[in-house]
């Protein structure tokens, strides 16, 4: 099983200020990595596939880099709807895996 | 657009068996893979299984000896059993389109199943 860690934990942050979260895989893949979104109470939400595609929707602030062990998720410019927490998750091997999440919270 | 929507019981005993059912409308179960993924409360995710119309699949080996799932084409849904629950089994459940080889998107709304005597 593929091992997902990401750091921070917890990412505190200003308005506006520019976010970086980190995701490292216990084995390389290549770039079948996804960045999801989840507010509180809600199901999360596809942000970004294939490590730096965003989805349909999301807005431009959001990019997503790296491949085989090393990815990134970047907030530009961080808006009061991006307060949450953010999961990264791998689908190239048995079982799809996903990190343990970094809640960006407001400083 | 797709739309999912769990449903089933809120609370099952221990040792008894957990099913759920997700309806999906906007989209035909037949043009993708379907996949179940559970949240304990304040936890992470952990992908549950997949499954396709024509009746492949791909379970957790965690859960596997626990698990199935089937698909109704006629009723455009896709159920989840998960036998002999503990505790350990209490989270929320969502289930997720699963187009294969990427990512999980949309997903349900998900529903919270408590085991508890």
């Known amino acids: 099983e593929i091992v997902m860690t990401q750091s921070p934990a917890t990412l505190s942050v200003s308005p506006g200020e520019r976010a970086t979260l980190s995701c490292r895989a216990s084995?390389?893949?290549?770039?079948?990595l996804a960045w999801y979104q989840q507010k509180p109470g809600q199901a999360p939400r596809l942000l970004i596939y294939?490590?730096?595609t965003r989805a349909t929707g999301i807005p431009a602030r959001f990019s997503g880099s790296g491949s085989g062990t090393e990815f990134t998720l970047t907030i530009s410019s961080l808006q009061s709807e991006d307060f949450a927490v953010y999961y990264c998750?791998?689908?190239?091997?048995?079982?799809?895996?996903f990190g343990q999440g970094t809640k960006v919270e407001i400083k | 657009q797709v739309q999912l929507q769990e449903s089933g019981p809120g609370l099952v005993r221990p040792s008894e068996t957990l099913s759920l059912t997700c309806t999906i409308s906007?989209?035909?179960?037949?043009?993708?893979?379907w996949s179940w993924i559970r949240q304990p409360a304040g936890q992470g995710l952990e992908w549950i299984g997949r499954?396709?119309?024509?009746?492949?699949?791909n379970y957790n080996p965690s859960l596997k000896s626990r698990l199935s799932m089937s698909a109704d084409k006629s009723k455009n849904l896709f159920s989840l059993t998960l036998t002999s629950v503990t505790a350990a089994d209490t989270a929320v459940y969502y289930c997720?389109?699963?187009?294969?080889?990427?990512?999980?998107?949309?997903w349900g709304q998900g529903i919270l199943v408590t085991v508890s005597s």
């Open positions: 997720a389109r699963d187009p294969d080889n990427t990512s999980f998107d949309p």
């Open positions: 084995q390389s893949f290549g770039t079948n």
């Open positions: 906007g989209g035909s179960i037949r043009s993708s893979y």
């Open positions: 294939g490590a730096s």
């Open positions: 998750q791998q689908y190239n091997h048995w079982p799809r895996t």
């Open positions: 499954l396709h119309a024509s009746g492949g699949t």
